[in-house]
Every structure is written in C-alpha cells, then in structure tokens.
C-alpha cells in the first residue's frame, strides 16, 4: 500500500529559530496536506497543495508540492511556543485512480518542541 | 454545533467486549471519513460514507469492525470483540461533499483503551 515518509520524528529547537520538515511517497499523490494535531485534538489543516511545483504560504507557514508529486516540505519560520505539536503530512488519494474516495493517507508525524 | 463532535471522549473496556464510538460531522456536510491513530503513528483511513452512496470500507482492518451512518448525518462506528490491538484514537472527519477540494474537518477523537 501507499507509504508516506514524514522526517524528522521530531525536532527540539528554539524560539525564533526556522524549521522544517517533509515528507516522501512511494506513489503520486494529486494533492498534498500539512495539518497540526495538539494535544487531545483532531488535526487542523494548515496548507493544502494541488499543483506539483506549488510554493504556497500561510503566515509564517511555507509548503512546497514536489515536481514529481511524490514529496513536499513544510517551513515554519521564526517559531514561537504556539507552534508546539504535532505537524502530519498527507497525501489525498484520487477515486479516479483505484481509490474508493478522496481519503487521506498519512505521515507519522514530526513532533516539535519549541524551547523559549 | 460548529464543529465535529465526538462522543464519548474516552472508553475503557475489556476485551471481548463490543464497543460502539459516535460522531456528529459538521450540519450540512454529506461526506464523513472514520481514521484511527495508534501511538505515535499517523492517521490510518478506515471507511468513507457520502450521502446514500455504498461506503468505501476498504479500510476495515478485520469483520470486527464496522460502521452506520443513518439519515445523512450521525454516524456509529462499532467494534466487535474488541482486541488489545484496537486501542488506538478514533478519529471521524467530515467534508461539505466528498470532493477533491473540499477540506476534512476532524473531531477531537475518541481514545480508545481495551484491557
């Protein structure tokens, strides 16, 4: 089955510093997702991507969809305490390519700690 | 309310037992999506129902496992004899129709623990 590879696992930086992180698939994905899960919540989109070569913003957020549609990062610049939690990467699937709907196959996650 | 809701927020049971996990998507929203979270790992889909389509359940890990979703709008997700193994958080998401554009919004989730 598809596989996404999230990295790093985790990441302890300080506050003000840049970040960042990304994920790689063995398969193309159409459309590729960064959420952010806190502690006892669900996750919340933070940027989605539909075009391979896509650079979007959101904030101090900074996503990229790879030109070969099988990896993207995500930048977090000038980090503050807020940005604590849980970043996931997630790749849509197509139900015009086999799949039964648009469901999301995740990363495991990139844990950040942000030290004041 | 203004969000997925999910009830109830944890479950303690025992194995053998049969639980049954709730959601409540967003009003309008036709399509809904069930995940479970295991420790430390990302998000792994389970079944996708849209309006009074036949479901997508290839995500059902065993025949334990199964899900309703009656007039369009709540939806049970129920496990049978549950296992060690499905300790896990169950996630539901929902989405205004299914479509490749459209973002899925995730309730808080229900943490799962069988002893």
């Known amino acids: 089955g598809q596989q996404l590879n999230q990295s790093p696992q985790s990441m302890f930086i300080q506050e003000g510093e840049d970040v960042s992180m990304n994920c790689t698939s063995s398969?193309?994905?159409?459309?590729w997702l960064w959420y952010k899960q806190d502690p006892g919540e669900g996750p919340v989109l933070l940027i989605a991507l539909y075009k391979a070569g896509e650079l979007t913003s959101n904030g101090r957020l900074t996503a990229q969809f790879g030109i070969t549609r099988k990896d993207s990062f995500l930048n977090i610049s000038a980090s503050i305490p807020s940005d604590v939690g849980i970043y996931f990467c997630a790749g849509q699937n197509d139900p015009y390519s086999g799949a039964g709907s648009y469901q999301l196959t995740f990363g495991k996650g990139t844990k950040l700690s942000v030290i004041p | 309310g203004a969000g997925v809701s999910q009830s109830p927020s944890n479950k303690v049971t025992e194995k053998g037992k049969d639980v049954e996990l709730r959601c409540d998507p967003i009003s309008g929203h036709t399509a809904l999506y069930w995940y479970r979270q295991s420790l430390g790992q990302g998000l792994e889909f389970l079944i996708y129902f849209q309006g009074n389509s036949a479901p997508d359940k290839s995500g059902l890990p065993s025949d334990r496992f199964s899900a309703e979703r009656t007039g369009g709008s709540v939806s049970t997700l129920t496990i049978q004899r549950t296992q060690q193994e499905d300790s896990a958080v169950y996630l539901c998401?929902?989405?205004?129709?299914?479509?490749?554009?459209?973002?899925?919004?995730f309730g808080p989730g229900t943490r799962l623990t069988v002893l």
């Open positions: 398969s193309i994905f159409n459309t």
């Open positions: 998401a929902s989405s205004s129709s299914g479509g490749a554009l459209d973002t899925q919004y």
